[in-house]
């Protein structure tokens, strides 16, 4: 089963959990506001995705930290530890096979077919 990682209100994982919904794909939904992150599972991640694909650069929440907080995130450790302090600024959603390994991020119809279907 995929696990799809998360905010309930973000339209970019609204349009994904439809699309699972629509084919039929079980999935789990892990919501970044409550149930957090953790370092752990961030480093799972980084084995299939570089740290600068996870870090939304184009988020609200990345655009509001500091010019000077910005050049702090230049290596995966610092990029986990922000991501685990502010769990919006992980790009949504990153879905996770059965095995726990990263498949998917954001949402594409095209990738989603081509993998899930």
Do not use: Q
Request: proline residues 3%; hydrophobic residues 35%.
């Amino acid at each position: 089963m995929l696990t799809v990682y998360g905010i309930p209100n973000c339209d970019t994982v609204k349009k994904t959990r439809t699309w699972l919904e629509k084919h039929h794909i079980e999935y789990v939904f892990h919501n970044y506001k409550t149930e957090g992150i953790s370092n752990d599972k961030i480093k799972v991640w980084f084995k299939t995705l570089p740290w600068e694909k996870v870090v939304n650069k184009a988020s609200t929440t990345w655009k509001g930290l500091s010019d000077e907080e910005k050049t702090l995130i230049t290596n995966e450790k610092s990029a986990a530890k922000l991501m685990m302090a502010h769990t919006s600024v992980i790009k949504r959603p990153l879905i996770e096979d059965e095995s726990g390994k990263a498949v998917a991020i954001g949402f594409s119809e095209k990738e989603y077919e081509e993998k899930f279907l």
